[in-house]
């Protein structure tokens, strides 16, 4: 089983997002992992696109 982590930020829109995509695309067979926001927005089209300079796709995070 694999232990869960959850990411939170303000907005749900760059940080937790990314942290969660990294961490996913790193550790994913070791952690569940989630992001949440206090005061969720959309999904930031920079946090996005640099993920995607590093091979990690997070577009369908929501």
């Known amino acids: 089983m694999r232990e869960k982590v959850l990411f939170v930020c ?3 829109s ?3 997002q990314m942290a969660e995509g990294y961490m996913n695309a790193r550790y ?3 952690y569940e992992t989630f992001s949440a926001g206090t ?3 959309t999904l930031n089209p920079y946090a ?3 993920m995607a300079e590093i091979g990690i796709d997070i577009s369908g995070h929501r």
């Open 39 to 41: 005061k969720p927005g």
């Open 10 to 12: 303000t907005h749900n």
């Open 28 to 30: 994913g067979d070791h």
């Open 14 to 16: 760059a940080r937790s």
């Open 48 to 50: 996005v696109r640099a």
